[in-house]
């Protein structure tokens, strides 16, 4: 298969078997990318190609008071231009109300986040976001969901019984 692939694009960086059997096809540039997404057959198999919906998008986070008061849909059609795909912003729940912050997530095509952004007349700086660690409400262990878990119901975080 990966002859194929090699035959198709040329030298590419990395393919990989995925758990669900799927094959990751790294390419490293515009033009293999564009190439790969119109392949139908490879290798006389019928394939679909897909772009990763997470590895093709980036998060960077930005803060800024002038925009508490706007709405995250006009902030994300201003920003289009700039390469932003979604906006999020951060809200904390104080005294049991949730609140609006300054901060907003902004998600970007591409695998890197550009320094600074500008926001009507301010340039704005952008931060990486790292998002909260993935934690079971199974097991009360970090990096898998519920609805991977296999380990039996833990009512105290991490115990064994």
Same mark, same amino acid.
């Given at each position: 298969?990966?002859?194929?692939?090699?035959?198709?694009?040329g030298e590419i960086p990395s393919v990989r078997?995925?758990?669900?059997?799927d094959l990751l096809v790294e390419v490293s540039?515009?033009?293999?990318?564009? !190439?790969?997404?119109?392949?139908?057959? =490879?290798? @006389?198999?019928? +394939? $679909?190609?897909?772009?990763?919906? &997470?590895?093709?998008?980036?998060?960077?986070?930005?803060?800024?008071?002038?925009?508490?008061?706007?709405? !995250?849909?006009?902030?994300?059609?201003? =920003?289009? @231009?700039?390469? +932003? $795909?979604?906006?999020?912003?951060? &809200?904390?729940?104080?005294?049991?109300?949730?609140?609006?912050?300054?901060?907003?997530?902004?998600?970007?095509?591409?695998?890197?986040?550009?320094?600074?952004?500008?926001?009507?007349?301010?340039?704005?700086?952008?931060?990486?976001y790292f998002p909260n660690p993935l934690r079971?409400?199974?097991?009360?262990?970090?990096?898998?969901?519920?609805?991977?878990?296999?380990?039996?119901?833990?009512?105290?975080?991490?115990?064994?019984?």
């Open positions: 298969m990966e002859k194929a692939i090699s035959g198709y694009l078997k995925l758990r669900s059997g540039s515009q033009k293999q990318a564009q !190439i790969i997404i119109k392949l139908n057959n =490879l290798a @006389s198999i019928p +394939v $679909t190609v897909t772009p990763h919906a &997470s590895l093709n998008f980036s998060k960077g986070v930005v803060s800024c008071g002038e925009l508490l008061n706007t709405s !995250i849909e006009e902030i994300a059609d201003k =920003l289009k @231009s700039q390469g +932003v $795909t979604h906006v999020r912003r951060i &809200s904390m729940r104080k005294g049991g109300q949730l609140l609006d912050t300054k901060h907003l997530v902004l998600t970007f095509h591409g695998s890197k986040i550009p320094e600074s952004i500008k926001a009507g007349y301010m340039k704005l700086a952008v931060r990486h079971c409400f199974k097991c009360q262990r970090f990096g898998h969901s519920k609805a991977s878990c296999h380990a039996h119901l833990r009512p105290l975080c991490g115990s064994r019984s």
